[in-house]
């Protein structure tokens, strides 16, 4: 249920819980806003890991009647689907179906659907290919490794862990990519084609959960690093949509740039920041913003005087320019970043990376749930055929797949905190990671050595 109305004190149905595919219904819900397209990112990037999976096998099925094989088997038991265009679910074994599958799947019923609509494959052509195809393989794994053993919700709410971690991580590589691109020219390793590089990402994790210790303080700093980085990204994805709206005034690069690849566009770009037509254009769209907000009426004195200082200012006309968008979009560009980031770690979900409250920035910290780490151990457990599993594995291989796969760092501190106390809050929280575990079942301490400390899988010998 979400909140509709100026005042937000109205309800309204956004989505059916995911506890079975009848939650699926053609119309509903009648907007797709909240999911900002990931719902089609996704697709695209598990139809591209079978592609790549079956091409290895020398397979011949399509990747798409893979991928409807395995969602209809998965998630959903039970239920036939009905011919296209509506694929419409039907009940076939009502006793696959738990109680509150079959009440979903009951009031769903209710609902006339329409046709399904045609889909525009989102293309797998990332600006970051590794990290990609990372993330398709991460997702399609889990559901292929744990998709007969998991319930249904178990296996959707570990599947939006991994999800809303893949995309938070690939925001933070992509930002950090697109910075060091412009400021050197030359193209970020997680740009390169190819496998991806272990993750550059440092996301200190607290699971001591004493706040003000140095343990908290670290993770809190990480947090504050992150945020201020996605800040700043406006300006660097400015820079880059300022030299593209100024490619038809560069002959033959408009047509050299249609051949190109997500990634060796943006190094295009890059290479073309300082080109005098870029420049020219630049100025020009300077001259245009001081000659409309002074003709307007509508920009205060001290804003005229900014436009007219940055406008006669020294330097190049592109970071001129880039100063002007900052300073006149700075209060919603800053805005909706707090909120991407907010919302795409999880604050106040249950799969969330973040902790804290919405209302205090300053709460925020690293520190996650049960829930996400349950879905991290099940990931890092799958082996790389992306559908068998291993029992167990020495505490020293999970912590290193966390830190290589996802960037999390537990028993040692980020780089720029590295100093004698951060190591030995960095081994407090070791401890306090392994006493989680235990908890969870999955850990049983016999010794202080590294190599004969072996975490089970979550799910344990089933």
């Known amino acids: 249920m979400g909140r509709v109305g100026r005042g937000k004190t109205g309800e309204q149905m956004l989505a059916v819980a995911p506890l079975t595919l009848a939650a699926y219904r053609a119309g509903l819900p009648t907007k797709r806003g909240r999911h900002r397209g990931i719902d089609d990112v996704v697709y695209g990037l598990l ?6 999976r079956g091409a290895e096998a020398g397979g011949s099925a399509s990747a798409r009647a893979q991928l409807r094989e395995l969602v209809t088997r998965t998630v959903g038991r039970g239920l036939t689907i009905g011919p296209e265009p509506r694929w419409e679910p ?22 006339a659907m329409a046709d399904a609509r045609e889909i525009d494959i989102v293309s797998t052509d ?9 993330l398709g393989a991460t997702l399609l794994g889990h559901v292929r490794a744990y998709g007969d053993r998991l319930p249904v919700p178990s296996l959707m709410s570990s599947f939006a862990a991994l999800l809303a971690l893949g995309v938070f991580t690939f925001s933070l590589r992509a930002d950090a990519a697109g910075h060091e691109l412009l400021r050197t020219g030359a193209r970020p390793a997680d740009m390169a084609p190819g496998p991806a590089p272990a993750s550059p990402v440092e996301l200190y994790c607290d699971f001591t959960g004493d706040l003000g210790s140095e343990s908290d303080r670290m993770s809190r700093r990480c947090m504050e690093r992150d945020l201020d980085r996605v800040r700043l990204a406006f300006r660097d994805r400015m820079a880059f949509v300022v030299i593209e709206q100024a490619l038809p005034r560069i002959p033959g690069e408009a047509e050299r740039r249609a051949g190109l690849s997500s990634a060796d566009r943006l190094v295009h770009l890059a290479s073309l920041r300082e080109h005098r037509r870029v420049e020219s254009y630049a100025m020009g769209r300077i001259d245009d913003i001081v000659a409309e907000a002074t003709a307007s009426g ?6 005229l005087e900014f436009l007219q200082r940055v406008q006669a200012g020294d330097g190049s006309e592109v970071d001129k320019l880039l100063d002007i968008l900052e300073y006149v979009n700075q209060t919603r560009a800053v805005g909706n970043a707090v909120k991407w980031f907010s919302s795409v770690s999880g604050l106040e979900k249950a ?5 804290g409250s919405v209302r205090s920035r300053r709460s ?12 991290l151990l099940l990931a890092v457990f799958v082996e790389p055929d992306g559908i068998t599993t291993r029992a167990t594995m020495p505490l020293r291989e999970v912590l290193d797949a966390l830190r290589h796969r996802f960037g999390i760092l537990i028993d040692r501190p980020p780089a720029f905190l590295d100093g004698a106390e951060a190591r030995a809050a960095a081994g407090a929280n070791l401890d306090a990671f392994t006493r989680r575990l235990q908890l969870l079942g999955c850990f049983d301490s016999l010794s202080d050595d590294f190599s004969v400390q ?7 010998d089933s």
């Open 364 to 375: 925020w910290r690293y520190a996650p749930t049960d829930e996400l780490l349950t879905a």
């Open 298 to 303: 509508d920009a205060s004195e001290p804003e």
């Open 90 to 111: 039907q009940l076939d074994d009502p006793e696959r179906l738990d109680i509150g599958a079959l009440l979903e799947f009951r009031f769903v019923e209710g609902f």
């Open 47 to 52: 139809l591209a890991e079978l592609e790549r």
């Open 351 to 355: 799969y969330g990376i973040l902790r």
């Open 126 to 134: 990332s600006p970051l290919p590794g990290i990609a195809a990372d």
């Open 454 to 460: 072996v975490v089970r899988h979550p799910l344990g």
